[in-house]
């Protein structure tokens, strides 16, 4: 840290402490943030600056939901672009197209909340407090339409102060600081960590790794990180993964494959800007470096939605299946219905079809897989490679995927030509098996051509 920030901070941090003193900040309400947002925007120094972010940032955390929901609605409509400034500005450019006039034209479309939200960034620790002021937003816009263009801001600059260039991987063992492994057990939205020797397992160096993204701006608050499984050959069930006395190797030397088993984005004030991607290619060539006898890199990944899918396509209602398969569909609501291993075949024979169609046909209005984690593998480059049937017998796995699990396999050579074909034509690459898998679907469904 510079000598001048390290001033800064002192100054940002002696005036914090100042106002907590004298208790000026002990009942606060919007319009004292609005005003000292307008005072933070009509400020000139630096120094100054910082002092009045760090202020503004005090007030705001005093609030209550109902008065950072006023603040929102203020900062919507009092710190928009000015409409006078943009029709002189596109005037003078229309006379003539300068790049200083389209300059000019540019900064008057911008509204005055972005400027708002960099000076604000400028006290210590403002950025993970902007953050959490998004996260505070998004739990807020579901019900006021006004608070999309506060949202819009805030993705703009998160998209630059977050880009790859500031991101920081880092190697999380038993080793990391436990105010960082506190936060794994947190954050952990895929498979629930128990406790810490559920953590000390799926850290332990025979056959785990675990990387994360961190950020420069906002210390140890990990904003996105992933587990990974070192075996010999595809994993196809996540049980034992997760198991605390199951090893599938001794040595990590003697593992083909790595298998992300669990990917976290940790904070919600982020959602929306992309991490996943760069991580894992990222930690493939971490992994590879480490260990070169790695030949798979693949994950096992949920469906979430998948049975939501399921029961309202193929209900009674809906008649899209015949008589006998509804009847066997209706033996999910069964408990223990995976111990019984005719009536488990004869579902996995009905379900592995369908979800092979819900994976490759099912799509959102603008063309994407309606499965939000195949959206995302798939947008990365991977190809859909295999449906595991009771690849996850939690009631999790069972309330959301129906038991299934999925491998995205990442081909290193093949990763920008999938994206590439994803990306320009939604092209799905898969493997043979679960193409033969969508086309016994459309035996199953009725309407559906067999060609």
């Known amino acids: 840290m510079s000598f001048l920030q390290e001033l800064f901070n002192s100054i940002t941090q002696r005036e914090a402490s100042r106002w907590r003193r004298i208790g000026s900040l002990d009942h606060c309400d919007h319009s004292q943030l609005v005003t000292a947002c307008q005072a933070l925007l009509q400020s000139d120094g ?17 609030l209550d939901d109902d008065e950072k929901c006023s603040f929102f ?59 959490k002021m998004r996260e505070d937003m998004l739990a807020l816009m579901a ?33 990391t600081p436990a105010n960082i492994l506190e936060k794994l057990i947190r954050y952990e939205a895929v498979h629930e960590i128990q406790d810490w020797d559920d953590l000390r397992r799926r850290l332990d160096a025979r056959d785990r790794r675990c990387f994360g993204f961190f950020h420069p701006a906002i210390g140890d608050e990990p904003l996105i990180f992933v587990e990974v499984a070192l075996n010999k050959g595809l994993p196809s069930q996540i049980q034992p993964i997760l198991d605390s006395d199951s090893y599938d190797i001794d040595d990590p ?19 929306g800007i992309s991490f996943g991607n760069f991580l894992i290619k990222q930690v493939v060539q971490e992994l590879k470096q480490e260990l070169p ?12 939605n998948f049975r ?27 408990s223990d219905w995976h111990k019984n291993e005719e009536l488990a075949e004869r579902l996995g024979s009905l379900i592995k079809p369908l979800a092979a169609r819900y994976l490759l046909k099912e799509k959102t209005t603008n063309g994407q897989p309606m499965n ?43 990763i920008e030509r999938n994206h590439e074909q994803y990306s320009t034509s939604g092209t799905i690459v898969c493997s043979s098996g679960v193409r033969d898998l969508s086309r016994r679907s459309r035996k199953l469904l009725k309407g559906e051509s067999d060609k």
């Open 46 to 62: 630096e120094a100054s600056s910082i002092s009045l972010a760090s202020r503004a940032l005090e007030i705001y955390a005093r």
């Open 143 to 175: 019900n006021s339409a006004d608070l999309k263009a506060i949202n819009s801001d805030f993705m703009h600059l998160f998209g630059s102060w977050f880009n790859r260039g500031f991101l920081v991987l880092k190697r999380i063992d038993w080793n």
């Open 253 to 271: 030397e003697s593992a083909d494959t790595a298998a992300f088993f669990g990917i976290s984005n940790c904070q919600v004030g982020l959602r």
């Open 73 to 131: 609605e203020q900062l919507a409509m009092l710190f928009s672009a000015e409409p006078e400034q943009i029709d002189q500005a596109y005037l003078a450019y229309k006379m003539a197209r300068t790049n200083e006039n389209l300059e000019t034209l540019f900064e008057s479309c911008e509204p005055r909340r972005q400027e708002l939200l960099r000076r604000l960034n400028l006290s210590s620790g403002g950025t993970h407090k902007l953050v």
């Open 308 to 334: 939501r899918w399921l029961e309202t396509t193929c209900s009674d209602d809906a008649c899209m299946l015949s008589p006998e398969a509804q009847e066997t569909l209706k033996h999910l609501d069964d």
């Open 372 to 414: 939000p984690v195949a959206r995302f593998h798939l947008g990365n480059g991977a190809e859909l490679h295999r449906i595991n049937w009771l690849g996850d017998i939690s009631a999790k796995g069972m309330k959301q995927s129906a038991g299934l699990m999925v491998n995205y396999l990442y081909v290193l050579d093949n």
């Open 293 to 304: 006898n790695l030949k798979y890199f693949v994950t096992l990944s949920p469906v979430p």
